[in-house]
């Protein structure tokens, strides 16, 4: 990679969420905010390998994004004001102080508020968090989403039209408000981590909801269970190098090498757990986490301490999930049985039906009660089941080793 | 922005009349802090009329235009700055709790 297009990468990680936001709070325009940052970058695509890369990277993209909105602006006549504040706002980037750059900042904040307001859609907010906040191309969205650019399009602009229209405010609530909506804020990146970490996902957006995480935590402290999804990020994403053996098949926590963890990124994770208590969902998850990522070999996990955060998790996400993880985990502490017994508590009701991890779940647990022939059956009915090629693959692969012959 | 306040009756089971709030109360107060300018009640749909005017002649009928199971009993006209404003009128809408409440701000040719 040239220093240009290094320069450029970085910068536009980094810049196109700001500029966005600080656009988008002096104009209230949207569609006008993510024209210009788009025409900052291509004018740097063009300029920076012919010209050199500027000394402040972000307050060139921000002030050619400001120039923009400026001409476009002046064509169609607005207010004074809002000109005027323009023109404040690119003083603030090319000087950059440090009380400018937290004023900056916290656009991003409020644009995420706003982005993930519960009048919106749940799909349309990670989207537009995605495509306004991060910066990803819309193209890249809708393939992650399995939509067509168009139906993606669509579905932004209604999301932007509906904030235009309904009022949806842009600012970073407070007090009551602050406290309900904070989850769906976090829900949004827990989904947007997911989206990154699924076997078939798209891995940047794993990259994205951290970046997203830490500047959350970083803007809003004494959140703690900000800090617990951070700290569940970091430890998951530091098994990303070991997740995989080298054909691209995913390995279980046990049949990683752990040498191949990202350590700084454990020790991380741990620090940012220190922050998180233990009584939210996300921090009793991200404290399962820990204890995954602190474990020198999968002999030594302590699968009672797990066992009895998951008693915790349950009590505050009673959900089919998290009742199927609480049997793995029963059955990892007190044997096979148990996790069985929970495991058709779990799935009561028919709550599991047609879910492939429930079925790979009770595959494990007769596996390791000795009952290999019904184990491989069950692990290639779950593979069956499954939709995600990579996810499948692991299936049958354990499906084979238990039972070679009987495919 | 202005937004008007569909207050309507809801069929979900889950509604809670017990905890609502007082309604005299909520008026008062929207009323004196410039948040509602004027609402009312709605009588049943049973005394609406439908009109339309098709191929220039005057087509009348009996009751609303869609049978519904919710329907509107009232409305209220709001000022607030934003949506998280109005939110905040409306959670403390009575029928908040005993119906549900649609907010609809007025249309901006702007936005």
């Not at chain 1, 050619?64 to 000109?83: G, I, M, S």
């Not at chain 1, 991890?357 to 059956?377: I, K, N, S, Y």
């Amino acid at each position: 990679m040239s220093d240009a297009s290094r320069a450029l990468a970085t910068a536009s990680q980094e810049s196109f969420g700001r500029i966005v936001a600080a656009l988008i709070r002096v104009t209230g325009d949207w569609t006008l905010a993510e024209d210009c940052a788009q025409d900052a970058l291509a004018l740097a695509v063009e300029r920076w390998p012919r010209d050199g890369v500027p000394a402040n990277p972000g307050g060139w993209l921000m002030t050619v994004a400001r120039n923009r909105a400026v001409d476009v602006l002046r064509r169609a006549d607005v207010e004074r004001r809002k000109l005027r504040e323009l023109a404040l706002l690119a003083d603030q980037e090319t000087v950059p102080p440090a009380t400018g750059e937290e004023d900056v900042v916290d656009d991003r904040l409020r644009l995420i508020f706003t982005c993930c307001h519960p009048a919106l859609a749940l799909e349309a907010r990670v989207a537009l968090t995605l495509r306004t906040v991060c910066g990803v191309p819309t193209a890249d969205i809708a393939r992650a989403f399995l939509v067509t650019d168009s139906t993606m399009t669509r579905r932004l602009t209604r999301a932007k039209t509906k904030i235009a229209q309904a009022g949806v405010p842009y600012r970073v609530p407070t007090g009551r408000t602050l406290v309900e909506r904070l989850p769906g804020v976090l829900a949004v990146l827990y989904l947007l981590f997911t989206r990154g970490y699924d076997a078939d996902g798209e891995p940047a957006f794993a990259d994205e909801a951290i970046r997203l995480a830490r500047m959350v935590e970083r803007l809003l402290p004494g959140q703690p269970e900000v800090s617990g999804l951070l700290a569940l990020f970091v430890f998951q994403h530091s098994r990303r190098a070991a997740r995989r053996d080298a054909d691209g098949n995913l390995l279980t926590l046990d049949r990683q090498d752990r040498s191949r963890w990202d350590h700084a990124a454990v020790a991380e994770g741990l620090d940012v757990l220190s922050r998180a208590g233990q009584d939210g969902p996300y921090a009793v998850q991200a404290q399962i986490a820990a204890c995954h990522a602190t474990a020198r070999s999968s002999a030594e996990t302590d699968w009672t301490a797990i066992a009895g955060w998951y008693d915790r998790l349950v009590e505050r996400q009673p959900t089919p999930v998290v009742r199927l993880n609480r049997a793995v985990a029963h059955g990892y502490a007190y044997g096979p049985a148990a996790g069985l017994a929970l495991l058709s508590e779990a799935r009561a009701g028919g709550a599991l039906d047609g879910y492939p991890p429930a079925l790979a779940v009770e595959a494990e647990l007769t596996a390791r009660r000795g009952d290999r022939t019904r184990a491989a059956h069950l692990f290639r009915a779950a593979a069956a089941m499954s939709d995600g090629p990579t996810e499948r693959r692991a299936l049958s692969s354990r499906a084979d080793e238990l039972a070679p012959g009987l495919a | 922005m202005k937004y008007l306040m569909f207050v309507c009756t809801d069929t979900e089971p889950d509604t809670d009349p017990t905890a609502a709030p007082d309604i005299e109360k909520w008026v008062a107060e929207r009323d004196a802090n410039g948040q509602r300018l004027m609402g009312d009640r709605l009588a049943p749909p049973t005394a609406a009329t439908t009109v339309r005017v098709r191929g220039g002649e005057l087509l009348l009928s009996d009751g609303p235009f869609a049978e519904t199971t919710e329907v509107i009993v009232g409305f209220d006209l709001l000022e607030c700055a934003d949506l998280d404003e109005a939110i905040d009128v409306a959670r403390s809408h009575p029928m908040a709790y005993a119906g549900r409440i649609e907010l609809r701000p007025f249309f901006d040719p702007n936005a």
